[in-house]
């Protein structure tokens, strides 16, 4: 007993339990009061308030240091942050080797005692002195040969009462129990912590007779974690013993010869009378361990489970063990799980072929370890993973994997062989589902196309059939059924693939048709239906049968490739567009319409990756051809006259994407009625061209119409309509109703975020006008922040070099330049600059808007020359193109005068700036923000060239009066 009692709160990481109870246990027995959250806290408590609580009362935070303890992520950090910033005492107690770098800098200066390799008598002293202090004897010192004195185990009358159960074992010691029966541990196991650790706090929380079961599919490494559970924590146990619970009926012949090591054995008794007298045994003993590795049956195991103050742990690929044990499902490795593993076996392998092998093998443990062994033995990655393609099954015979039994191909065989004599119609369905993807394919598809299924056996019309056909698959481990799915891993689909009769795989391959065929997803332009189309795409594009030859399934294809295309993945669409266009083209010809439509669609998806010049020829091509066996005015027609218009307008042809624009809006009001989706994507498109040829107020009022008819017909958060919303406040913007956009725009960002997510385009697209309204009314600090963060997301989702990457790039650069940050701004200025004319050429507005701004940051710089030159062919570039009355062109004009003020060039500098305010009043008014910038450029003009009085004149000048009932134009 101490003479001063003390609160602690024990730290600890989760693998750690063991030393964390042992140092609790002794602190109590020794009078102190300790606080664990596993003795004190109870499953539903708020875990963070809980941890508040006890860090607030605590004395002292009794901290156990290993390699785990400062991993990333965990929730020490936290503790150990809190009391450091408390100022609360921290005491340090390591349990296993750790170096000073592996300690983070906060507690490195911390003095350190170590437990770990100490006999249990030093390490409870050595505790006992970490939190109480050392004393300076008051009597002679032992001699320091003698032999060290034992102290009583039991303890006062007095002590304090302290947790159920036995004292625990001082974790850490490397002697085997008494009574021990386990194979060797894995030298090359790796990672699995969490599920260690929730298998250690699952046995210790059964305060009698803690059974857990974990099960999975084969491969997954079930038998692995229980060795190493074993292995790690056998200072715990005084017995352990092994079964190989696969012959349930040698079960009592196991328990003869562990009966035999305890002592309790009677040779002539027989197996079943020694079996029973062991489990007696085990009723009274305490700390003992029992593995059943392998154990398919619950009722053939029921009968030998034990029972008592003891642990046993069940590995089986059947689930169904809830009414005997704590089930726990095993997945496959996690990918950074995986990595590690991979990199750990394959010395020097890239960190590219280390994620695409972990993604060929679908992170199944035994496939890592199997692919290891291979290439350890002088295969090269590339070579595996082609095989792996190209011939799964033999491969997957190959590679040693240490501990496993049997190879992934054999073990998939054993287990399809004993499904397809006991269950046949669950084998059929087994070999069917192998031929679709290896994500999860929804019961319903199977119940919907089951009459049409004609290689699965039994009564078609069974309303029980789909439960009675998949729980066998789920018993077996052969598949993951969650009741309204199931999934196959991908290494087992390609096994049993392998193992097909020829004669059987073109029925398979039709049904397998048959269920992709059955399928409805919905909209493929509606958010509401994308999960399923997502979920369908990804079957349909397996390629373990060829869809491209299957007439019954182009539709849904096509549907497939618009999705790809509304839900923001160009690449993927445009690969599966260009794919069916190349089949489609040799089987019926480039006129027929599925192929018109996958040229459409292929334009269409090429013009979001980025790369607009290419995409110009494939929507030509579709148009001419569409007009040619169509007629202009037919639907199929319009669309790519729709598209054609778009991508005009993206490589800066205002003036034809205009034309082409309004002469499709005006056939399909004509043809379709203004309240028809398409006819309203007409007028979006004409809105979109009126405000880039800078005739805004134009662009409103259509803006503002198609709104209003998107909201009533398509509802509100609609992409379309979230489009249409933010071309509206666009528009708004350019006519200096900067406020009022900044409303609008943060309602859009906010409703797109909702909708359609973070990284979507019409997200993104709103997220940058915000951005650059923001920039607009001064508020630099915020603009910087969301233009950062939508160009670290196009650059993440499109690349370097889209147009929409490099509108960002350079917005952002204009608000670095506003911010100060001039040589940033320059650089990126001159990055973005270089793109665009590489990517779009000299004419493209984008490159002219990009050379002023770059010219602007060189004026600022006194480089007054070179910005000359650049404005002078800017300006030439923005007339030509744009028109003199153009808003880019009067800006371009502004900022040639302002380098000319610069250069002294008043007269010259007074004639430009006097012309664009002139334009700019009758195209704007005096109020908006581009005429005050101009009228104030101006009148420096004038103040340099020394007609201050007229300056004055300019600034004050105001807007004339109104006359009653008279309108201004």
Not at 56 to 69: G, I
Not at 325 to 343: G, I
Not at 912 to 940: C, M, W
Request: net charge negative; aromatic share 6%.
């Amino acid at each position: 007993m101490t003479d001063t009692t003390q609160q602690f709160f024990i730290s600890y990481a989760g693998v750690d339990r063991p030393w964390a109870e042992w140092v609790g246990w002794h602190l109590e027995r020794s009078g102190h009061r300790v606080t664990l959250d596993v003795w004190d806290w109870r499953t539903g408590d708020d875990f963070v308030q809980r941890m508040d609580q006890a860090l607030e009362q605590a004395d002292a935070v009794v901290t156990l240091f290993s390699k785990a303890y400062f991993e990333e992520g965990r929730w020490t950090q936290e503790e150990w942050s809190a009391a450091v910033a408390g100022r609360d005492r921290i005491i340090p107690l390591t349990v296993e080797p750790v170096t000073g770098a592996e300690i983070p800098p906060l507690l490195a200066p911390r003095i350190r005692k170590d437990l770990h390799g100490l006999e249990e008598t030093a390490a409870v002293a050595a505790l006992l002195e970490a939190v109480n202090g050392g004393r300076r004897p008051s009597d002679p010192p032992a001699y320091p040969g003698a032999a060290p004195a034992v102290p009583d185990e039991h303890g006062a009358s007095d002590e304090p009462v302290v947790p159920e159960g036995p004292k625990p074992r001082l974790p850490g010691s490397t002697e085997r129990p008494e009574v021990w029966h386990v194979g060797p541990a894995n030298r090359d196991f790796s990672g699995r912590e969490a599920e260690i650790v929730q298998l250690r706090e699952g046995l210790l929380r059964g305060r009698h007779s803690a059974v857990y079961a974990l099960h999975g599919m084969g491969g997954c490494g079930k038998t692995q974690i229980a060795l190493e559970y074993a292995h790690r924590f056998a200072d715990q146990y005084d017995l352990v013993w092994w079964i190989d619970a696969e012959q349930s009926d040698q079960i009592p012949v196991h328990y003869t010869e562990l009966a035999d090591r305890a002592g309790i054995a009677v040779a002539e008794a027989g197996a079943e009378h020694n079996a029973r007298t062991l489990l007696q045994h085990l009723r009274k003993r305490s700390r003992w361990l029992i593995i059943f590795d392998n154990a398919e049956d619950p009722d053939q195991i029921e009968p030998w489970l034990p029972e008592g103050p003891g642990h046993v742990l069940i590995t089986s690929r059947n689930p169904n063990w809830r009414r005997l044990a704590q089930p726990t499902a095993l997945d496959v490795f996690t990918r950074a799980d995986s990595l590690a593993y991979l990199r750990s076996r394959i010395q020097g392998i890239a960190e590219e072929q280390t994620e695409l092998l972990a993604k060929d093998l679908g992170d199944l443990p035994l496939a890592l370890a199997q692919a290891a062994g291979v290439i350890e033995n002088g295969m090269t990655v590339d070579r595996y993973r082609r095989l792996l393609t190209e011939s799964t099954g033999r491969i997957l015979r190959e590679g040693e994997a240490p501990g496993y039994t049997a190879s992934l191909e054999a073990a998939v065989s054993i287990a399809a062989a004993r499904l397809d004599d006991e269950h046949p119609d669950s084998a059929a369905l087994l070999r069917l589902a192998a031929f679709l993807g290896p994500e999860p394919i929804p019961t319903e598809w199977l119940e919907k196309a089951r009459p049409r299924l004609s290689t699965i056996p039994g009564d078609p019309h069974d309303l029980m059939w789909s439960q009675a056909a998949l729980e066998p698959l789920r018993r077996y481990g052969l598949a993951r059924i969650d009741g309204e799915s199931l999934q196959i891993h991908r290494l087992t689909q390609a096994v049993l693939r392998d193992h097909v009769d020829p004669a059987q795989r073109q029925a398979i391959h039709d049904d397998a048709a048959a269920v992709l065929a059955a399928v409805t997803p919905g909209d493929p332009q509606s958010p509401v239906s994308w999960p399923v189309w997502a979920t369908l795409t990804s079957h349909l594009t397996a390629q373990h049968i060829d869809v491209r030859k299957r007439t019954e399934l182009r539709a849904t294809l096509l549907d497939a490739v618009h999705f790809l295309i509304r839900s923001g993945q160009p690449r993927s669409s445009a690969e599966l567009a260009a794919d069916l266009r190349t089949a489609w083209t040799s089987q019926t010809g480039p006129d027929d319409p599925d192929v018109l439509t996958c040229t459409q669609y292929l334009g269409h998806a090429t013009t979001d990756i980025g790369d607009l010049r290419g995409a110009r020829p494939i929507i030509e091509d579709a148009f001419s051809r569409r007009r040619r066996t169509l007629g202009d005015d037919h639907p199929d027609t319009l669309k790519s006259a729709n598209d054609l218009g778009a991508i005009l307008g993206g490589l800066g042809e205002y003036a034809e994407s205009h034309r082409m624009d309004e002469d499709t809006f005006g056939r399909r009001r004509r043809l379709l009625g203004e309240d028809h989706p398409d006819t309203l994507q007409s007028a979006s498109n004409l809105a979109a061209s009126l405000h880039a040829m800078g005739r805004f107020a134009e662009a409103l009022r259509m803006a503002e119409d198609t709104l209003d008819r998107r909201r009533r017909v398509l509802g509100e958060d609609h992409p379309d309509t979230l489009h249409s919303a933010g071309n509206l406040a666009g528009s708004l913007a350019e006519l200096g109703r900067l406020s009022e956009a900044r409303h609008r725009l943060r309602d859009v960002v906010t409703r797109c975020r909702t909708a359609l997510g973070d990284d979507d385009f019409t997200t993104l697209t709103a997220a940058n006008r915000l951005a650059s309204t923001l920039y607009a009314l001064n508020e630099f600090e915020e603009a910087r922040r969301l233009h950062e963060d939508t160009l670290a997301r196009r650059r993440r989702l499109l690349g370097d070099d889209h147009p929409d990457t490099l509108t960002s790039a350079h917005n952002l650069a204009s608000t670095l330049y506003a911010l100060g940050e001039g040589d940033e701004a320059r650089r990126l200025h001159e990055d973005t600059l270089a793109r665009r004319r590489r990517l779009l050429g000299d004419d493209h507005p984008g490159t002219i808007g990009s050379v002023s701004h770059l010219a602007a940051a060189l004026r600022e710089e006194g480089q007054y020359a070179q910005a000359h030159v650049m404005e002078e062919d800017g300006l030439a570039r923005c007339r030509r193109l744009l028109g003199d009355d153009h808003p880019a062109t009067l800006r371009s004009t502004r900022n040639l005068a302002i380098t000319l003020l610069g250069l002294r060039n008043h007269r010259e500098a007074a004639r430009l700036l006097e012309d664009t305010r002139a334009r700019q009043l009758r195209i704007f008014g005096v109020d908006h923000p581009d005429t005050r910038s101009t009228t104030q450029s101006l009148a420096e003009v004038y103040t340099a060239m020394g007609k201050k009085f007229k300056a004055q004149q300019l600034l004050a000048k105001k807007p004339p009066k109104r006359r009653f009932n008279r309108k201004s134009r």
